[in-house]
């Protein structure tokens, strides 16, 4: 099957914990935050920024990522996932939270590989074209296969 001639971008960026703005100042227009309502003001803004490019692009294929083990409860993720899905996000990534330095947020659990599964099931029971769900993924991995396998 041919692929449209489109150039495909993957933008990516370690959330900063020991910066004020969490490293969000290089990408103002978007106010990246944490992506979980109860630890971020900024959700409404991420979810806002999905559907707008899919109401501005109707053809673009959009991709999100969640990392838990900050404490969240799995109806949170499940939450998620579903404003996720209901702004258009196409492709979802889930990966361990890992502290980065000892100055960063500490990890509060580590995700069982069997909970990741459950959440991969559940992203493409809810309608995503695909989902990479387990410990070590990470928000730009797999974004080429996913992107050519959904046409």
């Known amino acids: ?32 935050g944490r992506f979980v309502p109860r630890f971020r003001a900024d959700y409404s803004v991420s979810l806002t920024l999905l559907k707008s490019a899919k109401t501005l692009y109707p053809g673009i294929r959009t991709k999100s990522g969640i990392m838990p083990g900050l404490g969240e409860k799995d109806s949170e993720v499940m939450s998620v996932m579903k404003d996720l899905k209901n702004s258009g996000c196409d492709f979802l990534t889930i990966g361990q939270y890992l502290r980065p330095r000892r100055e960063n947020t500490a990890v509060v659990e580590y995700i069982r590989p069997e909970v990741f599964e459950e959440y991969r099931i559940r992203g493409l029971e809810m309608g995503f074209k695909a989902v990479a769900s387990s410990p070590l993924t990470r928000s730009s991995m797999n974004a080429w296969e996913m992107y050519k396998d959904s046409y």
């Open 1 to 32: 099957m041919r692929h449209p001639a489109w150039i495909f971008v993957v933008i990516t960026s370690v959330t900063r914990d020991d910066l004020p703005d969490c490293g969000a100042g290089q990408f103002a227009s978007s106010h990246r």
